[in-house]
């Protein structure tokens, strides 16, 4: 029995049915529907390149429309997966009912869904990358007995004509607030658009980048998500990016995921938070202090980290923001509140039972700590990544440190404590990640097995990652062009729209 008050969800199919978008039917979907006079359906699918695919339907009758929704349509795979042969290319497409949301782009009233791809067997297509999550996420749990969560930070840049007005100091911009951030009521709107669309948003803000070349003013924001499932993580991430792209076109105006934008300016990261659950226990801490768990899930995150930057730093832009001496990290190697590691545990809440009463004298004190938000997060990949093809593989990597044999003690091995945060001697001590994206393909190759057991990331994906890595041929690239500024922007230019 659903007992949730959702009078107040920004989801507008949520708030209409009163119930959550995982309990929505066919039936439900068709009423909506005939009652706020829909006319259109849009299917839209996730294939090899990350980004969302659309296909639109008019609504021609009551029967048409319980047909799309039931039976879905074909599409062409070969044009979708570069692994699909011509001669055997058609795959269905059918709509996940959860993923329900309105066009607010469209004029005309259209309802729209994620679908997933089906083979001409009828089964999930092994090579979906939203299947390769669900996968891994079932192995987890089979193999364990815990589930993983997972939510992003979105990064991103605005491009707007340069005004003289209030202008922020150069890379001084972090929680930035208007009139000095510029670009406070775009962000707003899209907030405002992924909820109404489904994303569970926790936050979003100005981020630290603010700058002007020539006669364009570059201002940098994030969006932060609520810790969800992980296959619902990926695909508001993707949502969310598409509904950023869809309101830039709207207003006019250039937006950017790019992982670097120009020489010494901030770039821009994609990173993911993780929860380890037990059922419906957040066990990421142990009575105040990180648990035994988390260590070793941590440990298999650094374990593979060379290899996941196949998926969560895709092209040769990535390189030039993952690079010594800034925030991005470099070495491998983890510890608590430190940005420049590359699993940070950000701050604890072991001291949140009487910090309210401290402010608001009128609110009881020592109130229960809750550990349920805490997590733990992979800062490596940018705007750049598969989404679902990178959570896909971190949940992997989590299953390895769990499993693996002295987990406990690689972990401890890998501890970057804030004592050491001014110890270069010590940071010399850790690997480093790969520097381009064909030494990320050389890990990958390595590590490939890992990814492949248990047919999670079948052979041919993993030969296509690596194939597309290896054709960027930027071996040296970083060094070539660290004092080009020309050439760093051509770079920037053509991977401006990746992700």
Same mark, same amino acid.
């Given at each position: 029995?659903?007992?949730?008050?959702?009078?107040?969800?920004?989801?507008?199919?949520?708030?209409?049915?009163?119930? @959550?978008?995982?309990?929505?039917?066919?039936? /439900?979907?068709?009423?909506?529907?005939? /009652?706020?006079?829909?006319?259109?359906?849009?299917?839209?699918?996730?294939?090899? %390149?990350?980004?969302?695919?659309?296909?639109?339907?008019?609504?021609?009758?009551?029967?048409?429309?319980?047909?799309?929704?039931?039976?879905?349509?074909?599409?062409?795979?070969?044009?979708?997966?570069?692994?699909?042969?011509?001669?055997?290319?058609?795959?269905?497409?059918?709509?996940?009912?959860?993923?329900?949301?309105?066009?607010?782009?469209? !004029?005309?009233?259209?309802?729209?869904?994620?679908?997933?791809? #089906?083979?001409? *067997?009828?089964?999930?297509?092994?090579?979906?990358?939203?299947?390769?999550?669900?996968?891994?996420?079932?192995?987890? +749990?089979?193999?364990?007995?815990?589930?993983?969560?997972?939510?992003? +930070?979105?990064?991103?840049?605005?491009?707007?004509?340069?005004? $003289?007005?209030?202008?922020?100091?150069?890379?001084?911009?972090?929680? $930035? =607030?208007?009139?000095?951030?510029?670009?406070? !009521?775009?962000?707003?709107?899209?907030?405002?658009?992924? @909820?109404?669309?489904?994303?569970?948003?926790?936050?979003?803000?100005?981020?630290?980048?603010?700058?002007?070349?020539?006669?364009?003013?570059? !201002?940098?924001?994030?969006?932060?998500?609520?810790?969800?499932?992980?296959?619902?993580?990926?695909?508001?991430?993707?949502?969310?990016?598409?509904?950023?792209?869809?309101?830039?076109?709207?207003?006019?105006?250039?937006?950017?995921?790019?992982?670097?934008?120009?020489?010494?300016?901030?770039?821009?990261?994609?990173?993911?938070?993780?929860?380890?659950?037990?059922? $419906?226990?957040?066990?990421?801490?142990?009575?105040?202090?990180?648990?035994?768990? =988390?260590? *070793?899930?941590?440990?298999?995150?650094? /374990?593979?980290?060379?290899?996941?930057?196949?998926?969560?730093?895709?092209?040769?832009?990535?390189?030039?923001?993952?690079?010594?001496?800034?925030?991005?990290?470099?070495?491998?190697?983890?510890?608590?509140?430190?940005?420049?590691?590359?699993?940070?545990?950000?701050?604890?809440?072991?001291? @949140?039972?009487?910090?309210?009463?401290?402010?608001?004298?009128?609110?009881?004190?020592?109130?229960?700590?809750?550990?349920?938000?805490?997590? #733990?997060?992979?800062?490596?990949?940018?705007?750049? @990544?598969?989404?679902?093809?990178?959570?896909?593989?971190?949940?992997?990597?989590?299953?390895?440190?769990?499993?693996?044999?002295?987990?406990?003690?690689?972990?401890?091995?890998?501890?970057?404590?804030?004592?050491?945060?001014?110890?270069?001697?010590?940071?010399? =001590?850790?690997?480093?990640?790969?520097?381009?994206?064909?030494?990320?393909?050389?890990?990958?190759?390595?590590?490939?097995?890992?990814?492949?057991?248990?047919?999670?990331?079948?052979? !041919?994906?993993?030969?296509?990652?690596?194939?597309?890595?290896?054709?960027? %041929?930027?071996?040296?690239?970083?060094?070539?062009?660290?004092?080009?500024?020309?050439?760093?922007?051509?770079?920037?230019?053509?991977?401006?729209?990746?992700?």
């Amino acid at each position: 029995m659903n007992t949730n008050d959702y009078s107040l969800s920004p989801n507008i199919l949520e708030s209409y049915f009163g119930k @959550a978008s995982k309990e929505f039917t066919k039936a /439900d979907l068709i009423r909506y529907i005939e /009652d706020k006079g829909v006319k259109m359906v849009n299917f839209h699918y996730i294939p090899e %390149d990350g980004r969302l695919k659309t296909l639109n339907f008019v609504i021609n009758s009551k029967e048409h429309l319980d047909e799309i929704l039931t039976y879905g349509e074909r599409v062409d795979g070969s044009s979708l997966f570069s692994y699909i042969r011509v001669d055997a290319s058609d795959l269905y497409v059918i709509p996940k009912f959860s993923t329900a949301f309105m066009n607010v782009f469209s !004029e005309i009233p259209t309802i729209s869904f994620l679908c997933s791809f #089906f083979d001409h *067997k009828g089964n999930f297509y092994e090579a979906s990358p939203h299947y390769m999550i669900t996968k891994a996420r079932k192995r987890l +749990e089979l193999e364990t007995g815990f589930r993983l969560e997972a939510m992003g +930070e979105l990064e991103y840049y605005i491009i707007t004509p340069k005004m $003289e007005l209030f202008k922020p100091e150069d890379q001084r911009a972090y929680h $930035e =607030s208007e009139p000095f951030n510029k670009t406070s !009521e775009f962000r707003r709107e899209a907030m405002r658009i992924i @909820a109404q669309c489904g994303g569970k948003i926790k936050y979003a803000h100005a981020e630290v980048g603010s700058f002007d070349v020539g006669d364009k003013h570059y !201002e940098q924001n994030e969006i932060e998500f609520l810790p969800v499932v992980l296959e619902d993580a990926a695909d508001q991430l993707v949502i969310a990016k598409w509904i950023l792209r869809n309101l830039a076109y709207q207003k006019g105006i250039h937006i950017t995921f790019s992982p670097k934008i120009t020489v010494g300016k901030a770039g821009s990261g994609l990173h993911i938070h993780l929860k380890l659950m037990k059922g $419906e226990k957040n066990i990421v801490l142990n009575d105040g202090t990180l648990s035994k768990e =988390s260590k *070793k899930a941590i440990a298999g995150v650094l /374990d593979m980290a060379p290899s996941l930057t196949a998926f969560g730093n895709t092209n040769p832009s990535s390189y030039f923001r993952l690079v010594p001496h800034q925030e991005a990290p470099t070495t491998i190697c983890w510890g608590f509140r430190n940005r420049a590691v590359l699993v940070r545990v950000p701050l604890l809440w072991d001291h @949140a039972e009487n910090m309210l009463n401290k402010v608001n004298e009128r609110e009881p004190g020592l109130l229960p700590v809750s550990p349920d938000k805490q997590t #733990f997060e992979f800062r490596v990949p940018d705007g750049s @990544a598969n989404v679902h093809m990178l959570i896909a593989a971190l949940t992997l990597a989590v299953l390895h440190g769990l499993t693996m044999d002295k987990g406990l003690e690689q972990a401890e091995a890998l501890y970057f404590s804030p004592t050491e945060a001014n110890s270069s001697e010590k940071l010399k =001590s850790f690997d480093v990640l790969p520097a381009s994206c064909v030494a990320s393909a050389a890990e990958l190759r390595k590590q490939r097995g890992f990814y492949e057991h248990g047919e999670v990331f079948p052979g !041919e994906v993993i030969d296509r990652i690596i194939s597309k890595l290896e054709y960027y %041929d930027d071996a040296g690239l970083i060094k070539k062009l660290e004092r080009n500024v020309d050439g760093m922007l051509e770079l920037v230019d053509r991977y401006f729209h990746c992700g």
